[in-house]
């Protein structure tokens, strides 16, 4: 049986900043770092043979930290199934400044609810599309293999994966807030 450790990326700039990052890339803030070290020691004595990231920086800079510990990981996969969710027109804006726009009904409905989107961004509902086809891929690869697989992921990607490996209901998924210090174990 393959274990998954799944982990959210350290603070960014744009999460100290309370602004939309979406598909945006911004780099990790020194409290990042530090929070992808805690990553880091907490598996340091866990096997790890394969790693994913995304394409974004902080993916990548996290998993960086983790792997550190790792010389035994064989194989780094970039796959961005498990990038953030896209919040389309909102990225690149600050909470306050949307508040201010659209009102607080609006930003609920777009920052937590489950089928609404803003303009060229994504839904939960979406973003579990995607996350289910990385999920069924990952069982299909490694399902049986003892093999341990680091996941350097966002936020809302880990709310997607939890809510499907735990079988949790949507009202669940959408009021986790995901930590930056702290991992995920699944087995598959």
Known sequence: MSTIYLFRHGQTEFNRDKIFTGWLDSKLTSLGIDQAKVIGNLLKDIKIDIAYQTRLSRS???????????????????????????????????????????????????????????????????VEIRVGDFITDLKAKYSGQNLGIAISAHGNSIRLFRKIMESASVKDTVSWVIPYDRYFEYKI
């Open 60 to 126: 990548i800079d996290t998993l960086k930290e983790v792997l550190v510990f790792h010389p035994e990981c064989r194989e780094i996969l970039t796959d961005d199934r498990m990038i953030e969710r896209s919040y389309g027109d909102l990225s690149g804006h600050t909470h306050a400044e949307t508040l201010a726009k659209y009102g607080q009904e609006l930003f609920d409905k777009w920052h937590r609810g489950w089928t609404d989107k803003t303009e060229a961004g994504e839904s939960f509902a979406d």
